[in-house]
């Protein structure tokens, strides 16, 4: 990443604090407020094959501004070449934790997206809101079904019975490993199970690293905290998304794990954002979890750096790792033009198919399919796709972000910052979560 903290600080809070307000600015109901108002008529179907129609333009917005960005802009250029005089598709790249909350008010004055890439989390957000229209005829054209795709990633984009995104990519956390501390223990790979890591550590740090592995009290501490509740049998949210179940036994164990490695002297007390990650890669961290969109900053930046990668460890007993997707969308702001309709889900239907030369910008394809492709079989990060149930997503309820960002992230950094222990830390943030979760129901009027 040319700039891992502008990608973290957004993903880092799963939602914008201010775009709730951005939303109910638009819409001003306190159910389904329109973001943007609706297109005059019924779309147009799509049924397959190339756009035909006069020659169109249209505004795509996504955030990949960091080591993912030159992948993109090299499939959009092709695209654009491809079909000069049909579609031109004009690329507006903005900052993750920008993005959201400048898309609702741009598509209400018309200078928004035509189609966009948004993460999962957000799908469930902007449907609610009217911001996006159907894909429905898209996905049933192409003869796609959840069998196509990890089936998390596909439910996630159908709200109300209606599917509003198509997926692109999964991107996780995984486990960064500096080959030459392992080599001093005699190790070739990082352990994958508690038993195993927590001996490593230990032997690391006879071996002269002063702190193998930091503990970081923001990014990316609560992915980190997801993964590790989800492997010791908890889960974020039920099932109608009105409750936050992180705090019970299976939170306190997770978020134990993590201050535990801060007693034991693994990490420094008080980590500074981003600092383990520039640790590791300058040599003085062993192990460090993080994004797999750091594959090409440290091929690019770190070229002297031995390290190789795998899945978390399995530290609570059941393998699980935190999980995302960019999935593309198309807004309403594209529904008022009969004509853009049908080349933003062209669009969206050709790029959809380029899910394997993605995976070269350092993700793992959506489609089952890509993901077998033999000529990306050799990427590093395909191999975490080995069994596909280990990837845990947040739920696509809409608000969900705010409550990650003012309840989940906050009660973390709580206790790793040894202001209050696991269990107060989680029973304030439940609290505040629950709160949050009502509000929300009442909004979005689910």
Known sequence: MTSPLSRRSFLGLSGAVGLTAALTACGGGTKIGAGSSAPASPAPAFSGGEYTGPKVTLDYWNGFTGGDGPHMRKMLEEFNKRFAGRIEVRNVTRRWEDLYPAMPTAIAAGKGPDVAVVHIDWVGTFAARRTLLPLDDVVSSLGLTESDYIPAIWKAGVYRDQRYSVPLDVHCLADYWNTEHLDRIGLKEAPADREGYEKALTELKKSGVANPFWMPNKWPAHLMFMSLLWQFGGDLYSEDGTKALWGGPEGEQALAW????????????????????????????SLTWDGIWQINDL?????????????????????????????FVMTSQAGKDPNKVQAAKFFIDHMGRLSAEW????????????????????????????????????????????????????????????????????????????????????????
Not at 400 to 422: R, T
Request: charged residues 20%; aromatic residues 4%; positive net charge.
């Open 359 to 446: 995976a070269r910008a350092g993700m793992i394809p959506a489609r089952n399919s890509a993901r077998q492709d033999p000529q990306i079989a050799d990427l590093p990060q395909i191999k975490l796709a080995a069994d596909p149930d280990v990837f845990h997503f947040i739920p696509a309820v809409p608000g969900v972000g705010d409550v990650q960002s003012k309840a989940l992230e906050l009660a973390v950094a709580k206790a790793v910052l040894k202001q209050s222990s696991p269990a107060e830390a989680l029973k304030e943030g439940v609290a505040s979560a629950d709160k949050l979760l009502a509000d929300n129901k009442r909004k979005y009027g689910r």
């Open 299 to 327: 091929k690019t930046n770190a070229p002297s750096l031995k390290w190789g990668m795998s899945p978390i460890p399995n530290i609570g007993g059941t393998a699980a790792m935190w999980s995302s997707s960019h999935n």
């Open 258 to 285: 993590m201050v535990e490695q801060i007693d034991k002297g693994h990490s420094p007390a008080e980590v500074a954002q981003d600092s383990q990650y520039a640790a590791f890669k300058n040599g003085k961290v």
